[in-house]
Every structure is written in C-alpha cells, then in structure tokens.
C-alpha cells in the first residue's frame, strides 16, 4: 500500500463502504424477523445503503481520492448486500430461487472475469449496462423486502411490482454479463 493509499485508508467515501459491508449482519437479521416492522426497516436498512453507493463515489471522485482498496471494496460491498438480500429472500417466497442462481452466478462469473483480465493486463471497467442492471436489482429488492400479507401500503401490490421489476434485473443481468465477456473476448483478440 503506497502512502497516498494508507493516508485515505480511513477516508470518508471508504468508510462509507466499509459501513454498506457492515449492514449486511443486520440485513440479514432484519429480514429474519417477522411482520410488518422488519420487513419496513430491513427495506429502509437496505434503501439508505444503496444510497450510501451513490455517494461514497461522488465523493471519492470530487475529494480526489478514488482508492485501490476503495476500487475493490465498492464493487464487492454491492454485490455483498444484493445477494444477500436476494438469497434471504428466497425462503420468504418473494423470489423464485433459480433467479437468485443465475444473477449470483453471473455476478461470480464477471468478478472472476475481471480478475483474469486484470492478470493478462487487460482492463474492463464497470459499463454503463453493468450500472443499470444494479440499479435494477435495487428496484426489484426494495418493493420485495416491503411486501408483507399484513399490511397494504398505499394499496399498492409491492410483492407483484418487485416480480415484474425482478424479471427486467434478471434480463439486464444476463445482458451485462454477455457485455462483459464480449469485451474480454474483443481486447484479448486485439492483443
């Protein structure tokens, strides 16, 4: 770790990703409990983590101070909290298992994807598709951690729209993955 890394280890943007890592315990217990309150605060817990994604960035990238550890946290904090919501969600009977499967698998795959290419000296960096398709898994998760039999927000059917919105993630999801293989497969040939 060189010393502009060990100087910003502690900075605010990192501590903010370290704390999305931090929530994923009480995510998970959150979602253990029932009724209506835990579903509320685990979407709530889950909602201002997400937000927390968006400004650890901006603010690393305004303050100058866009991080090797940061760069490997952020992504991994991401991931960390989707999958667990997505796989706690699968024994409440809110997402279809083999959903989860194939949006872990091909989060698992792109990583070690990235890892390779990094190690051959090739270099892919989050696409733009890659954004989107996390930002419709968030859409999907937090309209499906609120649905609960015992109380009807504002009548609306959050179970059903996290359903549709679930279906888009899993097509963006596959998408992105094709993205990021594709790109391997160009800059090695070109190599």
């Keep these: 770790m060189n010393k502009h890394e060990r100087k910003h280890l502690w900075s605010l943007p990192n501590m903010l990703t370290m704390g999305r890592v931090a929530a994923v315990p009480l995510l998970v217990l959150l979602m253990l409990g029932e009724g209506k309150w835990p579903s509320f605060l685990a979407a709530l817990l889950f909602s201002l983590v997400c937000i927390t994604d968006l400004v650890d960035g901006y603010l690393a990238r305004k303050m100058g101070i ?41 989060e698992l795959a792109v990583t ?8 051959s000296g090739v270099i892919i960096d989050a696409s733009e598709l890659g954004k989107r398709k996390t930002a419709a898994q968030i859409s999907a998760i ?35 993955g094709y993205d990021y293989f594709k790109k391997y497969y160009d800059a090695v040939k070109e190599k």
Excluded: C
């Excluded at 969600?89 to 194939?102: G, N, Q, S, Y």
């Excluded at 070690?112 to 190690?119: F, N, Y």
């Excluded at 927000?153 to 179970?159: A, L």
């Design 112 to 119: 070690g994807l990235r890892a390779i290419a990094q190690e």
């Design 142 to 176: 937090i309209p499906l951690l609120l649905h609960h039999n015992d109380y009807p927000v504002f009548d609306w059917n959050f179970h059903a729209i996290g359903s549709v919105v679930i279906w888009i993630a899993l097509v963006m999801t596959i998408w992105s």
């Design 66 to 106: 866009v991080t090797t550890i940061g760069k490997f946290l952020d992504p991994l904090a991401d991931k960390l909290i989707v999958m667990t919501a997505l796989i706690m969600l699968i024994p409440m009977d809110r997402v279809e298992a083999w959903i989860v499967v194939i949006i872990v698998a091909r």
